[in-house]
């Protein structure tokens, strides 16, 4: 049973419409949902089946009530990442039967608790990771996923901070040991956890950071690398050219033969981390052809040869982490300390873009005609 009356339910809509710069409308209601007899919908980005940009419509569902020790949160922003383009697609394991709603991050005002809940209140803003039902105007969580948004971060900012922001500190920092004058090979480096990265990075002394883009992309980003390379160049010579004996850390979001080349450029006692297969889409649908090619392509591991060389190589999955293996409590502890990091300014999310919901089809669209650049996963989408 949810913790809602109707003085607070209105209360959190007319703090809805005071965020969007609104009068509350008469009455306190709000105009993101409505009533068909006792029962209320939302509007919600529906994928009816995986494929291209025609199996997603904007559409009308029941709206959720908070379960015990879920918060209720009325989304402000929800992130747009390149996974949420795989799962489109179904290019992702053991995918979920649709319809569904994609989504896995967003930022909003809570606006019901569910019994058990401490340490939240009906009003307060948060972001909050979500097992898909993102992409809706309403969505319930565990309380175990959810984390108060600093005073001046913006709902756009928050939604694209989880993701992004925890994936490259845990790699860094918790996978890989990250430490005072090592070197890093990040590829996407013009993406959200590529940025994200290159921010954290900078918050250890003497990093040297190599990053591989989309040329169109190296103008802005430029000044976030030690070193910026062409994704198409051959980057691996172009890393022993600056650095003969290669780098610490390779952050591998791309998969295919850079896995090969990734390994080979670890120094002794490198970490090579695996964090998606971007490689094995592209186009709008899924083609079983590059699968196949960017399977065919992976290096096959020796673990001798690891041992002989003294390599480490390791994989890194966020969402498995958070939904399938139970370490909310770690990646809380990953949100305190980057929360603490944006409050003293040292990062800050980079937002790619703006879509209304209405628009969800296009910014997947947006994504999608970008494949050369591979990770826009700095997009946020407003739900406002």
């Not at 996974?83 to 697609?89: A, G, H, K, S, W």
């Not at 991050?105 to 990771?129: H, N, P, Q, T, W």
Request: hydrophobic share 40%; net charge negative.
């Amino acid at each position: 049973m949810a913790k809602e009356g109707v003085e607070k339910a209105e209360e959190t809509e007319q703090m809805i419409e005071k965020e969007a710069g609104k009068e509350p409308a008469e009455g306190g209601g709000g105009g993101g949902s409505h009533r068909l007899g006792d029962a209320q919908e939302m509007r919600a980005v529906v994928l009816a089946g995986f494929g291209g940009l025609n199996k997603l419509r904007v559409t009308r569902k029941a709206m959720p009530e908070p379960q015990d020790g879920e918060l209720k949160i009325r989304v402000k922003a929800c992130g747009l990442n390149f996974i949420d383009l795989m799962v489109r697609q179904g290019n992702i394991d053991n995918p979920p039967k649709t319809p569904l709603v994609p989504g896995f991050e967003c930022s909003g005002i809570v606006e019901a608790l569910g019994d058990s809940v401490k340490g939240y209140e009906i009003g307060d803003r948060v972001m909050a990771f979500v097992n898909y039902n993102a992409w809706a105007e309403v969505v319930c969580t565990p309380v175990e996923f959810v984390y108060k948004i600093p005073d001046d971060m913006s709902f756009s900012e928050a939604a694209a901070f989880p993701m992004n922001f925890v994936t490259a500190y845990m790699m860094l920092f918790e996978v890989a040991n990250l430490r005072e004058g090592m070197s890093v090979l990040v590829h996407s480096a013009g993406g959200g956890v590529g940025q994200a990265v290159a921010q954290l990075c900078s918050t250890v002394p003497n990093v040297t950071v190599f990053g591989t883009a989309s040329t169109f992309k190296h103008e802005a980003i430029k000044g976030s690398m030690t070193h910026l390379f062409d994704r198409n160049a051959d980057y691996v010579q172009e890393v022993k050219r600056i650095s003969a004996e290669g780098v610490d850390i390779v952050l591998d979001c791309l998969c295919g033969d850079n896995t090969g080349k990734g390994l080979s450029l670890l120094k002794p006692l490198g970490t090579y981390i695996l964090y998606g297969s971007s490689n094995m889409v592209t186009g709008e649908t899924k083609s079983f052809f590059s699968f196949a090619k960017s399977w065919w392509q992976v290096e096959k591991v020796n673990p001798i040869k690891l041992y002989e060389e003294n390599k480490v190589i390791a994989g890194f999955s966020l969402l498995n982490l958070l939904f399938k293996q139970g370490r909310a409590g770690l990646i809380r502890g990953v949100v305190d300390k980057l929360t603490e990091l944006y409050n003293q300014k040292k990062i800050k999310p980079v937002v790619d873009s703006l879509w209304a919901l209405e628009e969800g089809k296009e910014a997947d669209e947006a994504v999608n005609a970008n494949m050369d650049q591979v990770h826009k996963n700095s997009g946020c989408r407003t739900c406002t």
